[in-house]
């Protein structure tokens, strides 16, 4: 199991120091990727859980690219339906070409219902824009002369080079635990990405529904990929309240070997405990990592190695 680190690139604790602090910490240490979030526009509603400044994701991981050698680099998530998709196809393809084949493109549908109105953008038609755009992506990614028609977006003869380094396109992630995310997930994705789940949850409900769903449609079962929250404690928290990756070692230790036995290839920890003003301390967040990687995955010498 492949293990990696959700970067803050919100808030005060944000800066050009910070995220560069926070790539060699990961490299160094031996995590294997790095993931970022993504906001246009910060509204009322953004600003109240994701404050600015707010870095730009694809900006700041072509910047990482270069800062960095071995980790992947990805997107927890890219909200699709906020640019063309032949913007982000060429955005994309250019950050995976530049990192040498390292990107992770992870996508979800959005939530901030202000930001959708401020780009102009139908909120209640989210999930219907992301199916079609993803459509579009894979026409650009996989033709070097592309075309697609769509109930939302369409092109013909658009000239798409260059082309990503990964074939046939860098692998999706799709974020979300709806219904409608687990098809869309079974249909057009790699990977389901959850985030901040319980085990309970993502073994009996969620993995059923996803394996049921891709029985019906005759397709492959898209590998698990979550997000989960990382808080570490002195004392046990109750079991039947907390989030994967909460509690003590032992608890998380835990956690770990479930994820491990659900077949998950990749996970990604979370440091951000909606705490804004605590986001400032780093130093905290890798001291966390750090006695994982020592006490609780061993991995500077098994998963990392």
Known sequence: MKVGVNLITFGPGASEDALARWAAFAENVGYHFMMLGDHVTITPDVQGRYPAPFYDPFTTLGW???????????FTVIVLPYRHPL????MAATLDRVSGGRLIFGI?????????????????????????YIGALKAAWT??????QGRFVSFKDIYTAPRPLQRPHPPIWVGGSSEAALRRTV????????????IAFLRDEGMPKLRAIAE????????LCPRIRLRLTDSPMPEETRLAGE????QVRRDFAALEKLGVPYLCL???????????????????????????FDLDRQALR
């Open 64 to 74: 990482l690219a270069g800062l960095t050698r071995r980790v992947e680099l990805g």
């Open 87 to 90: 913007e982000t196809a060429r």
């Open 108 to 132: 979800g549908v959005g939530w901030a219902r202000q930001e959708f109105e401020v780009l102009g953008l139908p909120f209640e038609r989210r999930g219907a824009m992301t199916d079609d």
């Open 143 to 148: 033709q070097d002369v592309a075309s697609y």
């Open 187 to 198: 249909r057009h994705g790699d990977a389901w990405h959850p985030i901040r789940s319980r």
């Open 216 to 223: 019906k449609e005759g397709r492959p079962v898209p590998a």
């Open 247 to 250: 509690g003590t070692i032992d």
């Open 270 to 296: 979370d440091t951000f405990a909606d705490d804004v003003e605590g986001s400032r301390n780093h130093e905290q967040a890798w001291r966390m990592l750090t006695t994982l990687a020592e006490r609780a």
